[in-house]
């Protein structure tokens, strides 16, 4: 067995020994030996003869880019093993005159050189190296991922080179289809759309290089391996190797908070559920409860489909109902269409209608103040326009990238008399009081604007800076309590009780620094401020809040579990252990 063994080893190592090396070398006729080994060096030898060829012709290529243009082979001598390149090198040159040899001159406009090309004023060498990358990218970007850019022509042109620039495009490549691969519920008929690679169209080199990207960005799938591509008699086919992600989630937060009139603690609480393309079409469903205040709670309702017959137009509502104690309830709809941008951003058209129910009339106030209450009965129309952009490097807990959010909204909004107050018997003037409503305009315009910008920042491997910018502004000529910014809250202000600060414009801004445990998990520190309009002083007046504290989330088998505490500062008041507010959360992907 050992002899064998060594007589197997012994004919590989002969064979080895046999198989013949290719040398390259190569001379320049007009400069010393040491041209090559220094400015331009190139490998000397090859286990191919077509490997040999390849290199001393890129060599020769890259000449030409730096400038030596009049470069020139004089002889090639080969046999067998050895290959001798005698060339021409000449004097560099630092610009040159392009110009046209067959490209299309609309291609020479939409690749952004036609100015370089056809102005025929001398240029730098670097911008012959970005003409022609221009145009290659053109191509690629066009349906001829296979083109090759050239220089010919070279003429001596007084001090200058001249030289002509050649296009040759190869065939025309149409995306045939999208291939999937490995256990997932996700539907070609989403991806095409959501990746920009539809079929039928020319292949286009960018939407395809952002694959990866893309592809991270989504909630519920992920990339097994990255994505290839397959050319064959004029088509492109994309193969992507996707699994299911845990995506749709379930969570609450408890909050206890400070109580007020002899409670020692105030306990809140927010559910929701959250389900992430259920059925493989990008379809999104969320449902959330909320209650916050006492006798307080909101209800959210959103649904949304981004590709509606495989078109890049989507639909989507938005439901919300908010009843504060027992005074007002509030009905908000958003019914909407979007145009899905490649990804997950969109432009979004919609009508927002909200309707305010008065409850409980405190018609002692209204008697001996003999003014209407700050919370009407109204009935409000708008026109949205809504704009989003997110490019991040992770969904759950990212490191890095952004979100951009610009709204604007404007309508007409009804007062409705409040049949309570309209019969109040007055007895001063011995009739009801529906003359308070005269002083009111009835019907009149408002409408709003509002920006919100998510950046994070990466610092090293586990640190990361999340800054955030949020900013509201509502206006009418008549503002009531109910119609204003609610700000406050584990999701919005930290510190203060949940949406406990009513205002009609703001401006709020977040600094948060976060330490990686694992990919999603992580210790935090943050602080944010608002400038809101204070209410309690009078119209106009600012007032400052802020608040600061740390938090943490958790990721365990069972979901992930977080904490934060914060406390705030408000008015004058001073900051006070006491009213920190302290929140629980879970969250439970499936």
Not at 243 to 268: D, M
Not at 385 to 395: A, G, N
Request: charged letters at 20%; one cysteine or more; hydrophobic letters at 40%.
């Amino acid at each position: 067995m050992r002899f064998v063994s060594f007589t197997a080893f012994f004919l590989v190592s002969v064979c080895s020994l046999a198989q013949p090396n290719y040398r390259l070398k190569i001379e320049a006729v007009d400069k010393p030996s040491t041209f090559f080994t220094k400015a331009f060096s190139y490998k000397p030898e090859f286990k191919d003869s077509l490997k040999r060829e390849k290199e001393w012709k890129t060599l020769f290529n890259d000449i030409r880019e730096h400038g030596y243009l009049a470069a020139s082979i004089d002889s090639v001598v080969k046999d067998t093993e050895d290959c001798h390149i005698y060339m021409y090198v000449g004097q560099p040159f630092q610009k040159l005159i392009l110009s046209n040899g067959n490209v299309d001159q609309g291609f020479l406009s939409s690749a952004g050189v036609r100015n370089l090309v056809l102005s025929g004023k001398p240029v730098r060498i670097s911008a012959v190296g970005q003409v022609k990358e221009k145009l290659l990218r053109q191509c690629e970007n066009t349906g001829y991922p296979f083109a090759t850019v050239w220089l010919d022509s070279f003429e001596q042109a007084g001090n200058y080179i001249r030289a002509k620039i050649y296009l040759h495009k190869h065939d025309l490549i149409l995306i045939d289809t999208i291939r999937i691969f490995g256990q997932t519920k996700v539907k070609r008929v989403f991806l095409k759309n959501y990746l920009g690679l539809k079929t039928g169209r020319p292949y286009n080199e960018s939407n395809v290089a952002k694959v990866s990207q893309r592809l991270k960005e989504l909630q519920f799938v992920e990339p097994i391996q990255s994505h290839t591509v397959e050319f064959q008699n004029g088509k492109a086919a994309i193969n992507l190797y996707l699994k299911n992600k845990k995506a749709s989630q379930f969570n609450f937060l408890l909050g206890l908070l400070p109580g007020s009139s002899g409670k020692k603690l105030l306990v809140t609480g927010d559910a929701r559920i959250h389900l992430f393309s259920p059925f493989g079409l990008g379809e999104e469903f969320f449902v959330q409860w909320q209650k916050l205040q006492p006798k307080t709670q909101t209800l959210d309702v959103h649904f949304s489909y981004p590709y509606l017959l495989g078109l890049p137009i989507g639909i989507s509502a938005q439901f919300q109902l908010y009843k504060r104690d027992t005074t007002y309830l509030d009905l908000h709809g958003d019914y909407g269409v979007q145009y899905q941008i490649i990804g997950s951003s969109y432009l979004r058209a919609s009508l927002k209608q909200q309707t305010t129910i008065i409850l409980n009339v405190d018609t002692a106030y209204i008697k001996a103040a003999r003014t209407l209450p700050k919370n009407l009965d109204i009935n409000t129309n708008e026109f949205a326009l809504e704009y989003f952009l997110q490019k991040l490097d992770y969904r759950f807990n990212p490191t890095s990238g952004f979100i951009l959010k610009v709204n604007a909204s404007a309508g007409v909004k009804k007062i409705k008399k409040n049949n309570a107050i309209v019969g109040l018997y007055d007895e001063v003037t011995a009739t009801n009081f529906s003359f308070l409503y005269d002083t009111t305009r009835l019907k009149s315009f408002q409408f709003r604007l509002g920006l919100s910008i998510d950046k994070y920042w990466r610092l090293a491997a586990r640190h990361t800076i999340k800054t955030s910018f949020d900013g509201g502004y509502f206006y009418s000529r008549n503002i009531f309590e109910n119609e204003k910014y609610r700000l406050g809250g584990v999701n919005s202000l930290r510190g203060f009780d949940d949406q406990s600060i009513f205002t009609p414009y703001y401006l709020m801004a977040n600094l948060e620094y976060r330490f990686l445990l694992s990919k999603n998990s992580y210790f935090s520190a943050f602080f944010n401020s608002a400038m809101v309009e204070n209410t309690r002083i009078g119209y106009g007046t600012f007032d400052f809040p802020f608040g600061f504290g740390v938090g943490a989330a958790i990721e365990t088998k069972a979901g992930i579990f977080g904490i934060t505490y914060a406390m705030g500062r408000q008015l004058s008041n001073k900051i006070s252990i006491k009213s920190a507010k302290i929140h629980f959360g879970y969250v439970n992907y499936f």
